[in-house]
């Protein structure tokens, strides 16, 4: 009897690790050794921080912390509600003990610990829904008992001084993303796929579309309602494109180590552009943003692109000691 149950039990943890490796985040789509080589995945509901790596785009789970979170719970929505926005963000500076001390005093800057990486909150689709407050940060902090009690943040992500140097290792700044989430939801690997190739695939034709100077089938990839960049509207941006694409020649256009997030209604795309035309030759980052429309598909709506030097281009990321080398 005992040698049945031990059989049954083998079975069936066979059978269950089988069926986890069938089943992927939905947020993370599509990673890249250049600009998504690990991934930050925040679930608020059990205050843990997933870090993920690139394993030939899919999404493997390196290691786990623990985290507190805002003292409120829900998505964060305006300035001073305790809560922890949920949404796809950048970590775009790192702040040292020093620097916060420099910024808020010996004493206050306790309250971050070893040091801080800053986010890019409120993001584009935060801004779009009006939502307010800043200084969404990632940091640890001199009293550990803080990440037991689970909420108990002005809206950041908190661990303590040892996991912060851990993450550190693998951060890329400008680069590496913290995905926040109330919950993680897991696809099964076929529906993953299918929303993979969705999004690769509009990302593909916008690409053909403008290679080509099909203008029709170009414009036809943003959203006619949401859209918006430095320039306007849609309606705007509709215009200066037209004249742009009545230019002669055709331009030489790349696009390498795509990635893609998903976070509820919006997806972000971020990938090394390589523009070549008559007049211009630029490498840059560019990110799109898209949302679905009422048939659900997905459409551009907005656009952010910053240029690579030779330096940033060409430099892989090894993970290291960098940010806490002393």
Not at 296 to 318: C, H, M, P, T
Request: proline share 2%; glycine share 6%.
């Amino acid at each position: 009897m005992k040698q049945f149950l031990i059989l049954l039990l083998v079975v069936f943890s066979t059978r269950t690790l089988a069926q986890a490796q069938e089943y992927l985040p939905q947020n993370i789509i599509q990673l890249d050794d250049k600009f998504s080589h690990h991934i930050a995945l925040v679930e608020k509901s059990s205050h843990t921080l997933y870090l993920y790596q690139n394993n030939n785009g899919t999404p493997q789970l390196l290691k786990q912390y623990k985290v507190a979170t805002g003292k409120f719970t829900g998505n964060k929505a305006s300035e001073g509600d305790h809560k922890t926005p949920e949404g796809i963000y950048l970590l775009e500076r790192f702040l040292s003990a020093q620097e916060l001390v420099g910024m808020y005093g010996e004493e206050k800057s306790k309250m971050y610990g070893a040091g801080a990486f800053t986010t890019n909150y409120p993001n584009v689709i935060d801004e779009r829904l009006g939502k307010g407050g800043s200084g969404i940060w990632l940091h640890s902090t001199d009293d550990n008992t803080r990440i037991n009690k689970g909420l108990d943040s002005r809206g950041c992500v908190v661990v303590v001084d040892e996991d912060l140097k851990d993450i550190s290792k693998y951060i890329d700044l400008a680069n590496t993303s913290m995905v926040i989430v109330q919950n993680i939801n897991f696809q099964q690997k076929k529906t993953w796929e299918s929303v993979k190739n969705n999004i690769m695939g509009v990302v593909a034709n916008w690409q053909e579309s403008w290679k080509n100077k099909n203008f029709d089938s170009y414009i036809g990839h943003y959203h006619p309602e949401k859209f918006h960049d430095s320039k306007g509207n849609f309606h705007a941006y509709k215009h200066y494109k037209k004249a742009v694409f009545s230019n002669p020649g055709t331009p030489v256009i790349n696009f390498n180590h795509v990635s893609v997030l998903v976070q509820n209604d919006y997806a972000v795309v971020q990938m090394e552009q390589d523009y070549r035309s008559t007049n211009i030759n630029d490498i840059g980052k560019k990110i799109l943003y898209l949302q679905q429309d009422q048939n659900y598909n997905w459409k551009i709506v907005a656009e952010q692109w910053r240029k690579l030097d030779g330096e940033s281009r060409n430099l892989a990321f090894v993970p290291a000691m960098r940010f806490f080398k002393n």
